[in-house]
């Protein structure tokens, strides 16, 4: 999970207007996940500002009850902009109707603020290693089904890698920052149980009897 590797570093974005909580989130990342570098912001309006004016995001970390925008209307927003990229919603609130409106506008899912640390990073290693949906309120995690338990998108690059794309062909095709893909390679390489990008085509083809996984 760790590597110090400068020019591997994804970008989080961690929006919360308790500077606190805000940067203690950020020591908490900074320590288990090195390969990831912050930026705050403590509105949804900053939050929209620095979502236009910068790129290659790979997961936004969004408080729901901030100044600004009505929660739904930020997501929105940051979900028609960056659709394929992680977005966990942060948040103290025990409504369950105000985490269920946030997934339904595209949050992957949440964590509760009274969660302890290393809950905190059980969730996020599920999110930002594997693309799995975490919602802290269920004993499980919920992934879409598929043949190796991928989302469809993990599906297609696990398509274009089968044919040779690399992480930079794969991004300019399917409309993803090169840090996205990553992310979605790193889960196929979870879920088949694999090492490195050679090993996942040769499990995906034998699989698919020596096809690949577009036939």
Not at 108 to 137: D, R, W
Not at 187 to 209: D, M, P
Request: hydrophobic content about 40%.
């Amino acid at each position: 999970m760790q590597r110090n590797d400068k020019h591997n570093t994804m970008k989080l974005l961690i929006a919360d207007d308790h500077e606190l909580y805000r940067d203690a989130l950020v020591m908490l990342i900074k320590q288990h996940f090195t390969d990831y570098s912050c930026r705050q912001v403590s509105s949804y309006d900053a939050l929209i500002q620095l979502v236009e004016s910068e790129s290659d995001w790979s997961a936004f970390l969004v408080d729901l009850h901030m100044p600004g925008l009505d929660f739904e209307q930020g997501i929105k927003h940051i979900k028609q902009r960056y659709p394929d990229v992680p977005l966990i919603v942060i948040t103290s609130s025990d409504n369950p109707d105000d985490t269920q409106r946030a997934l339904a506008v595209g949050a992957l899912g949440y964590i509760l603020k009274s969660m302890k640390n290393n809950e905190i990073v059980q969730a996020l290693e599920l999110i930002l290693n594997h693309g799995i949906s975490i919602h802290p309120a269920m004993p499980t995690v919920s992934a879409p089904n598929s043949e190796f338990n991928l989302t469809p998108r993990q599906q297609e690059v696990l398509v274009m890698m089968s044919n040779g794309s690399s992480n930079k062909r794969i991004a300019l095709d399917l409309g993803l920052s090169e840090s996205t893909v990553k992310i979605h390679v790193r889960a196929i390489l979870n879920s088949l149980g694999v090492t490195n990008r050679t090993e996942a085509v040769i499990k995906a083809k034998q699989h698919f009897n020596g096809k690949s996984p577009s036939n």
